[in-house]
């Protein structure tokens, strides 16, 4: 089954000698592999001399986050603009870290627009703190959808992929169920499709939530998604190449 692997590194690693060595690894197992699609999104200060290492097809590369205006006062901050203008193809929009340090829905709302604007894939993270057993989270999810793609037309709702990420199984010991992530997938699916028409069917999923080398494989074949958005696996060179080849086709 063909799969994507988004290789987000955080704020990983501390210099840009270890992040061309987690590269070098990334991308060997990456030309490897059958059937993989890897993205990897390192720190913004990294990205372009990072782009400039590779010349192959089977790695794009993604912002971690980005500022929807294309300029502007705004001290520290990076644009989706200025990712693009780094050669970065995709922007991680909403992802939980980012939403715990005041990131909205209407937030990311605009940064998907600005990524479609911009000609680039917004990546765009919804998942739940936690659930109670009421099915209250569903209701969560639905409303993360809503908000982020309102100013997305229905002919170019697809080009959005969504990870899916439970912050209680980001960073946690093991990944959700496939089964519960199939449930969850199948969900994404039906709200989309009531806002945006019947192109919501045909959208990407990703599940993201301590994905490694030993669970990937079941998850991708029976959780109903398109591949990983993938956090500590993806920082460590051996890891992240296990787990590109366990997902490799026969
Ligand atoms: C993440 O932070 O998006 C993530 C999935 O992290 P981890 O793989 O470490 O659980």
Redesign the pocket.
């Known amino acids: 089954m063909k799969s994507i692997v988004v290789a987000?590194w955080k704020m990983h690693p501390a210099t840009f000698k270890e992040a061309k060595q987690l590269f070098e690894a990334t991308k060997k197992a990456a030309e490897k592999a059958k059937g993989v699609s890897v993205i990897v999104a390192p720190p913004a200060i990294y990205l372009r001399e990072i782009v400039k290492l590779y010349k192959g097809r089977r790695v794009a590369f993604a912002m971690q986050d980005g500022n929807a205006e294309a300029v502007g006062a705004c001290t520290g901050e990076i644009s989706i603009a200025q990712g693009k203008d780094s050669k970065a193809g995709y922007v991680i929009i909403a992802?939980?870290?980012r939403r715990s340090m005041g990131e909205t829905n209407d937030g990311a709302r605009r940064k998907v627009s600005a990524a479609l604007n911009s000609k680039m894939t917004p990546v765009l993270c919804v998942g739940e703190a936690s659930r109670d057993g009421t099915g209250e989270h569903f209701n969560f999810i639905k409303e993360q959808l809503r908000i982020g793609l309102a100013d997305v037309t229905a002919p170019k709702v697809s080009q959005v992929i969504i990870a899916y990420?439970p912050v209680w199984a980001?960073?946690?010991t093991r990944p959700m169920e496939a089964h519960d992530m199939h449930e969850m997938a199948i969900f994404i699916r039906k709200s989309i499709v009531e806002t945006h028409g019947k192109d919501g069917m045909n959208m990407k999923i990703l599940y993201?939530?301590?994905?490694d080398e030993t669970n990937a494989a079941g998850m991708l074949r029976d959780g109903d998604i398109a591949g990983f958005?993938?956090?500590?696996?993806s920082t460590e060179a051996t890891k992240c190449a296990a787990l590109i080849h366990s997902l490799s086709e026969a």
């Open positions: 987000n992802h939980a870290e990420e980001i960073g946690a993201g939530g301590s994905i958005l993938v956090g500590r696996a």
